[in-house]
């Protein structure tokens, strides 16, 4: 089995920083794309970043320029850098993981618990 585990969420003032960190652990064989997506009230789950292997991001349009999305492979950990953050981006932020694992390097999907960001004066 293969557990992600998510850290550094938070309350902060508008125009203020976070950075989420996710790490995956158990039996993984490797990890393609990891990323993290955002649900508010009321709302649907929404992507924010992704980012694979080879080290190529993707970012959704509300996010770009204020967002870093980065890996570290050696310890199959993704983070969040969040600057300039907004009330609009307070929301659930989940981590996602594209994973191979076990014996058999079954490929599946794995979700973090998710980590609260609140960004209110």
């Known amino acids: 089995q293969v557990q992600l585990v998510e850290s550094g969420g938070g309350l902060v003032q508008p125009g203020g920083s976070l950075r989420l960190s996710c790490a995956a652990s158990?039996?993984?064989?490797?990890?393609?794309?990891m990323g993290w997506y955002r649900q508010a009230p009321g709302k649907q789950r929404e992507l924010v970043a992704t980012?694979?292997?080879?080290?190529?991001?993707n970012y959704a349009d509300p996010v770009k320029g204020r967002f870093t999305i980065s890996r570290d492979s050696a310890k199959n950990t993704v983070y969040l850098q969040m600057n300039s953050l907004k009330p609009e981006d307070t929301a659930v932020y989940y981590c996602?993981?594209?994973?191979?694992?076990?014996?058999?390097?079954?490929?599946?999907?794995?979700w973090g618990q998710g980590t609260q960001v609140t960004v209110s004066s």
């Open positions: 158990g039996s993984i064989f490797s990890i393609n794309l």
């Open positions: 980012i694979i292997s080879l080290g190529i991001t």
């Open positions: 996602n993981a594209d994973v191979r694992s076990g014996v058999s390097r079954l490929r599946r999907d794995y």
